[in-house]
């Protein structure tokens, strides 16, 4: 960080302010704390009869792979509007969230995971801006080897486990290097 986006100033220094145990960039001049938090991912797995919809990357990392549609929150929504978003910008489908399914963090990267399941309102979808390719799924059809990333995987093993069971939890897990 070269400037404070309070007064822009700078002078910013990173160190550890009183109180506090992480470091962090502070401006000398109006002695503002930059705070750098983890990022939010929120998504929904799209469900629709015994199959669930996924959609393949266009843009890396991982292109071409399918993922569970998500991405990142923006400020001033909820995770559930987040999700929603996420769902329609990548696959042009309409969802009602049903419950949170899953809370995957990675902190080596600073992002936390939220992946809701929810009922497509009605058959249609297609490819969004983000997306090259949507289709639905069963799920021996899955093609586990072409799933994006670690955190669509933990969705999609949980939501069929639940599934047989008859009864959906909120499932925690957390990648380490």
Known sequence: MNYCSQCGSNKIKLRKPKGDIHLRYVCNHCKMI???NPNIVT???PVLGDKVLLATRKIGPKKDYWNVP???????ETVEEGALREVWEETLAKVDIKDMLTLYSIPHIDQVYIHFWGEMKTPEFGCGIESGEVRLFTEE??????IAFESSVFTLKSFFSDRKKGQFTTHRACLEL
Not at 70 to 76: D, I, K, L, R, W
Not at 141 to 146: F, G, M, N, R, V
């Open 34 to 36: 930059h705070y750098s």
């Open 43 to 45: 998504g929904c797995l």
């Open 70 to 76: 998500a991405g990142f929150m923006e400020n001033g």
């Open 141 to 146: 059809e899955i093609p586990w080897d072409k």
